[in-house]
Every structure is written in structure tokens, then in C-alpha cells.
């Protein structure tokens, strides 16, 4: 698996646009889907979080190569759903995400800046 990833996550849905969230993340799921067809991201995951009083209520991981998850954040396509989810879910958004070797090269850089600025 990938390690590096975008963490696309979000809120409550705006009271009644119910309906309208319910295609929009539908939408998304075959857009994503079609991404993994075409080899564009490795694969992706969705996940709906159990109310537990916090702001994040579901979020979306797709797993790809950086240079290709970064196409996918700037494409047209990508940019319109973006636009459609932010108008009917509250608390959008899109972070890049690390894990494995990506994880540990980030590790390496923290611990060079360390050394270098201490603390």
C-alpha cells in the first residue's frame, strides 16, 4: 500500500440538504472509484465516524503516489466536488497524510531540524 495518502474529512451535513449530501458523497465515491480503475490513486477508503461530540464526523483516505494525489487535489474534477460538498456539509477539508517510509522521512527531517534548532 501507498505511504502517503490525502485525508479528506468533514462535519455534520447542513440541515436539509440531506438528500443532496447523500449524492454528492455518492458522487464522490464513484469518482474516487474511477480513479482506482484507471490506476490514478492506488485505492481508497470512506468512513463514518460514531457521534462522539467532536467536529469530524466521516472522512475519506485516498491512498496514492504523491505527485499523483497532488494532480488529483488540482484537477477540475476534483475541485468541483470539493465546491458541491463544501455547500451542504460543514467543516470540509483536505490534508496530506503519512505513513510508512513517507512517515519515516518525515521523522528525519524533524529530528535534523532538532538537532539543528534544538529543543
Known amino acids: 500500500m501507498a505511504d502517503e495518502a490525502l485525508f479528506i474529512g468533514w462535519g455534520e451535513v447542513v440541515r436539509g440538504r440531506e438528500r443532496t449530501a447523500v449524492e454528492v458523497f455518492n458522487e464522490s465515491l464513484q469518482y474516487y472509484g474511477q480513479l482506482q480503475q484507471d490506476g490514478t490513486i492506488e485505492s481508497f477508503e470512506a468512513w463514518f465516524l460514531a457521534p462522539h461530540g467532536g467536529d469530524l464526523a ?30 451542504i456539509v460543514d467543516r470540509t477539508g483536505v490534508v496530506n497524510a503519512y505513513s510508512g517510509e513517507a512517515l519515516g522521512r518525515l521523522m528525519g527531517q524533524f529530528e535534523e531540524a532538532t538537532a539543528e534548532l534544538g529543543g
Open 58 to 87: 466521516g472522512l475519506i483516505l485516498l491512498h496514492g503516489e504523491r505527485e499523483r494525489l497532488d494532480e488529483v487535489q488540482r484537477s477540475p474534477e476534483f475541485e468541483r466536488l470539493w465546491t458541491r460538498a463544501g455547500m
